[in-house]
């Protein structure tokens, strides 16, 4: 059964590589810039980058390699644009980690726009794994090819990740029994 | 294992990325420790409140627009939203999580003696549960039934029917070899949708005293059919009325070789 020739020759992959995960790219945008108007220009940017290098795409996962230009062009932007809220990660995980008596609350009650303003409080590479691993599903392997870096280091920023989101929840629940 | 190497595999196994024997570790762990079993329970709850509550952003339809522009293909019609991938790693997560509790129940049950049908199933359901968490799901992988039964060869002292099921809706991903009630069996894997299906396959030295069995074992439904001599045991997660359908196509006069 070979494929059907007599339509034209669909434009090679665009359907099926791209289009398909402009929602994923655009929350990861979004998480990433912070606000619709940059995370739009972003998203734009990357689809445009990804089918002018549409040659770089080797099969495999077509969301993981979109998401990883996604990810290098929001760098890239917000670089240029925000240079001050690009802060080195190692000063900030050292701070926030290991508190010995570890909080443990419940998130049962947790509505969604504590928790949206608790994730946007996390520092861009624990905001990153954690949109990538809750929102979009992927496993540590293909996070670790989206940010390049180790499989290891998926699994820390990961755990960081979760135990801000438990630090800053007990403190609202201190707060606000 | 202490709490401190606990508290950062925890993450790793709540994920489903840990393999099996890594995962009974935490669990034995979590048994007899209350503050990581805390811990546990407020990362699960953290996650399934991330997981519910509506926080990932669509695409609005502008960026559709000017994205689908790129390709200078006029845009005649906007992309279904179906289009968009289903979460299938979730699914694949709480599969792995619950098969993990499945193999902590089998490893359990095991002393106590169950009968010998019983330990059958729970051998085929933990080889199932195997081969979706090791990241072992087959060792050949094709499509191709000329190049997963002759893979075989030398690996088996019998020759296991291969057929792919494609055109059905059951495609052939690929085989491998098992190890069942003290011998090596072959495993054929089939997927309908995102369900694994796992065939596990044996000769028979009583053709057609093997009655067909379906059953469901923690989740998971078995079927059995022996055909020619060989029995035929498959193995998922799917509904059965389904895996019944994919029985019931090897176990069809002419399919078989």
Sequence with gaps: MGPSVSAPEPPAGFEQVVLPHLDAAYNLARWLAGNDHDAEDIAQEACARAWQFRGGYRGGDSRAWLLAIVRNTAYTWL????????VPLEDQEVAAVEDATASAPDFHNADAAMLRAAVEELPLEFREALVLRELEGLSYKEIADVAEV?????????ARARRQLQIIFQRKGEVNP | ??????????????D??????RSLDVEQHLQTCAACAAQNQSLRSLRSALRSAPLAYAAPPSLRQKVRQLNREPADSPPPESLR?????????WLAFGATAAAVLILALRPVGPAPGDLLADELVSGHVRSLMAGHLTDVQSSDQHTVKPWFNGKLDFAPTVKDFAAQGFPLVGGRLDYLQGRAVSALVYRRNQHVINVFVWPTDRP?????????????????RDVDHLHYWLVSDLNPTELSQLADLIGKPGTAP
């Design chain 2, 85 to 93: 991938q289903p979460r299938a790693p979730w699914l694949w997560q």
């Design chain 2, 1 to 14: 294992m202490n709490c401190a190497d606990l508290r950062l595999l925890l993450h790793a196994y709540s």
């Design chain 2, 208 to 224: 057609g005293a093997g009655q067909p069995v379906a059953e469901n074992r923690r989740g998971f439904n078995l079927i059995s």
């Design chain 1, 150 to 158: 180790p499989l290891g280091t998926v699994m820390s920023r990961l």
């Design chain 1, 79 to 86: 670089k240029k644009n925000r240079s001050r809220i690009m």
């Design chain 2, 16 to 21: 489903g990325e840990l393999d099996l024997v």
